[in-house]
């Protein structure tokens, strides 16, 4: 069984940082792309960043320069590092992995609010 847990979402300032992890299980992580998406109510899921195997990364321009992807093949989890947090950057976040069979595997999401 693949399993995908985020953690780390919560209410932030505009300008605050936040940090959110995900720790993947039932797959050999380190051979996989993990990709964080995000989803706002009524809006599309997007694309935020991805981390492939090598560790080269990928960022959304809404995001890039402020956001952060890393991964610990060790431990198995991909973080995403939040800075300067804009109140367009609330959502859902969620973690993604398209692994064995070539099949999509999500979290169950961590939600971001960012309000003054």
């Known amino acids: 069984q693949v399993h995908l847990v985020e953690s780390g979402g919560g209410l932030v300032q505009p300008g605050g940082s936040l940090r959110l992890s995900c720790a993947a299980s039932?797959?050999?992580?380190?051979?996989?792309?993990m990709n964080w998406y995000r989803q706002a109510p009524g809006k599309q899921r997007e694309l935020v960043a991805t981390?492939?195997?090598?560790?080269?990364?990928n960022y959304a321009d809404s995001v890039k320069g402020r956001f952060t992807i890393s991964r610990n093949n060790v431990r198995n989890t991909v973080s995403l590092q939040m800075n300067s947090l804009e109140p367009g950057d609330t959502a859902v976040y969620y973690c993604?992995?398209?692994?064995?069979?070539?099949?999509?595997?999500w979290g169950r999401g961590t939600q971001v609010t960012v309000s003054s």
């Open positions: 981390i492939t195997s090598d560790q080269s990364t």
């Open positions: 993604h992995v398209k692994a064995r069979g070539n099949t999509d595997y």
């Open positions: 039932g797959i050999n992580f380190r051979l996989y792309d």
